[in-house]
């Protein structure tokens, strides 16, 4: 059966990463996820936290009441083959999963237990700027502890995420809040509500900037609440006792500049219990950069009541990441990095066995180096080398006495010649020469 490739695109919503050079600038550079992730990985790890993954695939039950119902409607799931087939679902987000492995494996590690991951997540949403149907995202999630010092210390690792990518207090916000004060203002009014109404509830709150006031304000009446009466409790931003403990906290790191209270954060996931909070961009073109909070129940509801630890953490998403950093300038210009140490020129064929003994001496030195695999003109092979960005060109000559090996640097032309000893096995040193002011 004949297949028209052309017609077979990747599904909406999904992502290509390519090589760089880019052949336009609407697709994703593989460089700049492979930069991204070195600079998620470098902050948690200096920050005493260590790498962890799960299945991508999960019972869809890991998913259904944890997680809450936005979620859980833009869910890939399926039945899987054969008789016994079962409900699964490709992992939406990190967090239940994570909850399960720490209440199997929890007792096998000191607390507080500090671990990281960059899972590939999959949510059937509505696409649209900064949404897709697939991202990666920066998990780092910390148990065992239930003070402000795990809050404080998590959100510091967030900032410092960022800042490391260049981001600065001019650039994003921490919008800081607390599920507390917010269960505290709600039952205040409906002190015999269920907590499935106050889920109702915050599930308003979260929508309030999205949504019409006069809709808000009629859904608020179901809860004795008007639009005016929330706003009020917005604007008085009064932070709670560990909301000051934070903020005091993160002052002491210099990091007062980043952070600030805000209540309109209430987060839409079911299971966060305390302090919550969403990183955004300062000037508001983006949707959230990040988010996360205390889920001091979750291991206690995954693990049907067996284990119960406090937890905390946060989600880093790719995608707005990446806009925001390439609006800022701030990605790197990966077209000009250099990709190759050495490209071998084969100049004279008959060398070619030659070079590809030095060829193998370098790499196994560790060098990243590169050669035509067939004859082809000097001039052509010297276009290659340009186009790997190499730093420099090596190339054997026959002389009289045996074989000279010619080094060109790229940057400036310069060029150097050394002899080779064919009777004993290369250990060429590298670079031939350290700078200009060998010479
Ligand atoms: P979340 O708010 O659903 O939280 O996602 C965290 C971040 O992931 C968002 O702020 C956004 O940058 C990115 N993100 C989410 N959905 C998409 C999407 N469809 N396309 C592109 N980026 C997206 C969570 O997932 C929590 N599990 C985070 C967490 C970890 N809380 C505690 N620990």
């Not at 209270?261 to 983006?286: C, M, P, Q, S, W």
Request: proline share 4%.
């Amino acid at each position: 059966m004949q297949s028209d490739a052309k017609s077979i695109r990747p599904l909406k919503g999904f992502r290509e990463f390519l090589p760089e050079p880019l052949p336009n600038s609407d697709v994703w550079s593989m460089a700049a996820r492979n930069y991204v992730f070195s600079k998620w990985r470098k902050t948690a790890i200096q920050y005493g936290f260590a790498e962890f993954d799960a299945p991508p695939v999960e019972p869809l039950d890991l998913y259904r009441l944890k997680s809450g119902d936005e979620i859980v409607e833009q869910l890939y799931h399926f039945e899987t083959k054969g008789e016994k087939g079962s409900a699964v679902a490709l992992r939406p987000e990190m967090t239940p999963s994570l909850a399960r492995m720490i209440s199997d494996y929890e007792r096998g590690y000191s607390k507080p237990i500090k671990w990281f991951s960059i899972p590939q997540l999959f949510r059937y949403e509505r696409q649209q700027k900064g949404r897709k149907r697939e991202h990666f995202q920066l998990n780092v999630d910390l148990f065992g502890e239930s003070g402000a010092g795990a809050d404080s210390e998590v959100i510091a690792l967030l900032i410092d995420t960022l800042k490391s990518l260049g981001l600065g207090s001019d650039d994003f916000v921490i919008r800081l809040s607390s599920r507390q004060a917010w269960e505290q203002f709600f039952s205040s009014k409906n002190p015999q509500a269920t907590s499935a109404d106050q889920y109702s509830f915050f599930q308003i709150i979260d929508k309030l900037e999205r949504t019409d006031p006069t809709e808000s304000n009629n859904k608020l009446q179901a809860f004795q609440l008007t639009l005016d009466e929330v706003q009020s409790f917005i604007d008085a931003a009064n932070p709670t006792e560990e909301l000051e403990e934070i903020l005091a906290q993160l002052k002491a790191r210099g990091l007062s500049d980043f952070v600030k209270i805000d209540y309109r954060i209430i987060r839409g996931l079911a299971y966060y219990t305390g302090v919550v909070f969403e990183a955004f961009d300062r000037k508001g073109n983006h949707r959230a950069i990040a988010g996360g909070g205390r889920y001091d129940e979750l291991v206690s509801l995954i693990s049907g009541g067996k284990v119960k630890i406090a937890g905390l953490g946060f989600g880093m998403g790719d995608v707005v990441l990446c806009d925001l950093l390439r609006e800022r300038g701030l990605m790197p210009d990966f077209q000009s990095e250099s990709r190759l140490d050495v490209f071998a020129l084969i100049e004279d064929a008959g060398l070619r066995n030659e070079t590809l003994k030095l060829v193998q001496s370098f790499r196994n030195q560790g060098l990243r180096v590169e050669f035509c695999l067939s004859d082809l003109k000097p001039q052509k092979q010297f276009k290659k080398a340009l186009e790997s960005r190499a730093n420099w060109t090596t190339r054997l000559e026959k002389t009289e006495t045996g074989l000279d090996l010619i080094w060109k640097r790229m940057e400036d032309r310069f060029e150097t010649r050394q002899s080779l000893d064919e009777s004993v096995e290369w250990n060429i040193a590298f670079p031939p020469v350290q700078s200009q002011t060998d010479l």
